[in-house]
Every structure is written in structure tokens, then in C-alpha cells.
């Protein structure tokens, strides 16, 4: 199982790459729900359930997020869904809410306007990955994750490079 679970992971990760070549916002949510697909079957593999809930809740986000006439009741309605899923399934160890927290906070921020704020978001949400994934023996997340913090890094420094 390990190495099928690394194995849509990698799927996955490389999705979330070209991602990034993507313009259109609809465009990237609609990949990303393919991309989280494989990376929740990854986690699945591994027997991380935290994980596979965090990227089913993700999908349904990304349908219908953009649907609600309200984002504040919809960003509450996922966050209750993700910690009763979460509690239901798996339990209470520490690690395990890491993909809680993660989802909790990027569901909270997906309308932040401003650009370096939200890669600081995602800088530490990736961080949080990191420690999970590799909990999990999910090695190729996690390398795609610190990967992920670099780049995203870079980006900021490009940004504020251009506010001067």
C-alpha cells in the first residue's frame, strides 16, 4: 500500500503543479477537485483518514463554494462538516486534526483579496501537510509540500519586490 498510495500522490501533486498554469479561478477550482481526488486516494492507501476527509470535504467545497449567495455561511457549513466528519471517523490524536486545520483555515480565507497574505496562509497550511504527510510515510506529498513552501515563498518576495 505504500507505494500505491505515493504513487496517487504523485498523481496528484503533479496536478496540483500544472495548476499553476491555470488563469481561471472556476478553472483551478474544478482541477483542483481532480487533484484532490488522487491525493485523498493516496491518503486512503496509507490508512490516513484525516487526510482523504480533508480532500473529500475540499471537492464539495470547490462545487459549490462559489454557489453560495452567502460565503460566510458556506465557509461555516464546511468547517462544521470537515471537524464532525473528522470526529466521527477518526478520532483525536493530534496529528490527525492537522488536515482539519489546514482545510479550516484555507475555507476561512478563500476570499482574502490580499495576494501575500493568502501565500502566507498557504505557506503554513503547507507546513501543516508536511507534518502529516510524513506521519503518514506519504513521502512524495511531503517533498511536493516543502516544495510548495519555497515557491510560495518566492512568490511573496516577488510581490513585495514589486510593491517597491
Given at each position: 500500500m505504500l507505494l500505491l498510495g505515493n504513487a496517487a500522490a504523485l498523481i496528484g501533486c503533479v496536478i496540483m503543479v500544472g495548476i499553476g498554469l491555470v488563469k481561471k479561478k472556476e478553472h483551478i477550482l474544478a482541477v483542483q477537485c481532480v487533484q484532490f481526488t488522487f491525493m485523498g486516494l493516496g491518503n486512503l492507501l496509507l490508512g490516513a483518514s484525516a487526510g482523504f476527509i480533508s480532500n473529500l470535504v475540499s471537492i464539495v467545497r470547490n462545487l459549490t463554494f462559489s454557489r453560495f449567495a452567502n460565503p460566510l455561511r458556506a465557509k461555516i457549513l464546511f468547517i462544521v462538516v470537515q471537524v464532525g466528519l473528522t470526529l466521527l471517523s477518526v478520532g483525536t490524536g493530534l496529528v490527525d486534526w492537522l488536515p482539519v486545520m489546514t482545510v479550516v483555515v484555507y475555507t476561512w480565507c478563500l476570499d482574502m483579496k490580499n495576494a501575500a497574505a493568502f501565500k502566507l496562509m498557504m505557506i503554513g497550511t503547507s507546513l501543516l501537510w508536511a507534518v502529516y504527510d510524513l506521519h503518514y510515510l506519504n513521502y512524495v506529498?511531503?517533498?511536493?509540500?516543502?516544495?510548495?513552501?519555497?515557491?510560495?515563498?518566492?512568490g511573496i518576495l516577488r510581490i513585495q519586490k514589486e510593491k517597491r
Open positions: 506529498a511531503f517533498t511536493f509540500d516543502l516544495l510548495t513552501v519555497a515557491s510560495t515563498a518566492l
